[in-house]
C-alpha cells in the first residue's frame, strides 16, 4: 500500500439521529426530558403512569382513605378554637369570639395545674422510660445462649399486647392496700407501703407502669441497630484488648447514635401526651389533682364540660408547640452533625 493511500483521513463518525420531538400520527406533541447521562427519553404522561402501577396505587388506597379522613379532614374542626362552639348549632352557625379560648387557656388555674403535671410525667418518661429499651437492647446483645436470649424476649415483649385496663388493674392488685406487696410485709411484720392513692408516687407509678408495658417492645429497632454494625469492629476492639464496657461506649453506642437521635426527636413531638388511657384510668384513684393531664383536661372540659372552644384551643396550642419542639430538635442535630428526621 502506497504512503498516499495511507495518508488519507478517515471518514467522520455519522453522529446518533436526534430522537423525534412529535410522533409521526396524530399531531400530538410529546415532552422530551434530559436523563441524567444526557440522553434524551421520552416522559409518559401521568395518568399512564398510574395505570401502569394500578395494583400498587390500589393498595396504598385504603391507607389514604383512612388518612383523608380520619386526620386530614378533622383538621377543620380546628375552627371551633375561634368559636364559642356548640354542637347543636355546628361549625357555621356557632358564634365566633376571635382570640378568647386563647386568652382562657393562659389564666385557667386549672389547665396550669395539668401543663405542670404532664411536663413532669414526660420528663420522667424521656429520662427513665425513653433509654431502658437501649439497657435491654445492650443486656440481650451480650447474652451468648440463643435459647436464653429467644426465652428473655418473649417475656418482655408480652406485655405491650396487653390493655392499660388490665395493666391498671395487675398493678393495683400488686400494689394496693390489699395487694399481694403489702400481704407479704404483713406476713413478715412489716410496715405497709400506701402507693396506690398516694398523689405522691403517681408519677413514680406511671412511669415504671410504661417501662414495664413497652421497654421489650421499644428493644426492637435498637436490637436491629446493634445488628448491622459491622462484627469487624468489635474484632479489632477485641485484639486491641479493649473490654465489654470499651466495646459498647466507643462501638456499640455510636453505631446507636442516629437512631437514638431519631426516636428522641420523634418523642420530643409528644412530650405534651403522656397517655391518655392510662391517666384516665387512675384518676379516681389519685385524685384529679395530681393525675389531671392535658389530654384528660380536653377530655373532661370539652366533652363531659361543654366548654369546646377552650378544649380546642387547648389542643391546638399542644399540637403546635409539638410541632415545634420537632422542628427545634431536628435542626439542632443537625447543627451537632446528625442526620435528624427531614
Do not use: C
Not at 384551643?313 to 452533625?337: D, E, H
Amino acid at each position: 500500500m502506497s504512503n498516499r493511500s495511507r495518508s488519507l483521513p478517515l471518514d467522520p463518525p455519522t453522529p446518533p439521529a436526534e430522537p423525534p420531538t412529535e410522533p409521526p400520527r396524530g399531531g400530538r406533541k410529546i415532552k422530551i426530558t434530559e436523563a441524567l447521562d444526557g440522553r434524551k427519553v421520552r416522559r409518559v404522561p401521568l395518568l399512564k403512569r398510574i395505570w401502569r402501577e394500578r395494583w400498587m396505587y390500589l393498595l396504598i388506597f385504603p391507607g389514604f382513605v383512612y388518612f383523608v379522613l380520619f386526620q386530614y379532614l378533622p383538621l377543620g374542626g380546628n375552627a371551633a378554637a375561634w368559636q364559642d362552639y356548640s354542637p347543636f348549632l355546628g361549625l357555621s352557625k356557632s358564634l365566633w369570639v376571635g382570640w378568647e379560648n386563647f386568652e382562657r387557656i393562659f389564666v385557667d388555674p386549672e389547665l396550669i395545674d395539668a401543663l405542670w403535671n404532664t411536663l413532669l410525667l414526660s420528663a420522667l418518661q424521656i429520662v427513665f422510660a425513653f433509654p431502658a429499651p437501649i439497657a435491654l437492647a445492650l443486656l440481650l446483645t451480650s447474652i451468648l445462649s440463643d435459647r436464653v436470649k429467644r426465652s428473655i424476649q418473649m417475656i418482655v415483649y408480652l406485655p405491650h399486647f396487653i390493655g392499660w385496663v388490665i395493666v391498671v388493674s395487675i398493678w393495683n392488685e400488686m400494689l394496693g392496700p390489699l395487694g399481694v406487696m403489702n400481704s407479704l410485709f404483713n406476713a413478715f411484720g412489716l410496715p405497709k407501703l400506701d402507693i396506690i392513692g398516694n398523689p405522691d408516687w403517681f408519677p413514680a407509678l406511671v412511669t415504671l407502669q410504661v417501662i414495664w408495658k413497652e421497654v421489650g417492645w421499644g428493644t426492637i429497632i435498637f436490637l436491629a441497630a446493634i445488628l448491622n454494625i459491622p462484627q469487624e469492629r468489635y474484632e479489632s476492639a477485641a485484639l486491641d484488648r479493649a473490654g465489654p464496657w470499651r466495646r459498647i461506649w466507643h462501638i456499640t453506642l455510636p453505631g446507636m447514635a442516629s437512631i437514638i437521635v431519631l426516636l428522641l426527636i420523634l418523642r420530643l413531638g409528644s412530650v405534651l401526651s403522656v397517655g391518655f388511657e392510662q391517666i384516665l384510668l387512675q384518676q379516681p384513684i389519685f385524685g384529679a389533682d395530681a393525675a389531671q393531664t392535658l389530654d384528660t383536661f380536653v377530655y373532661f372540659r370539652g366533652i363531659n364540660g361543654g366548654d369546646w372552644g377552650l378544649a380546642t384551643a387547648a389542643g391546638l396550642v399542644k399540637g403546635l408547640i409539638g410541632t415545634i419542639l420537632v422542628l427545634g430538635a431536628n435542626k439542632l442535630a443537625k447543627v451537632f452533625g446528625g442526620e435528624g428526621v427531614f
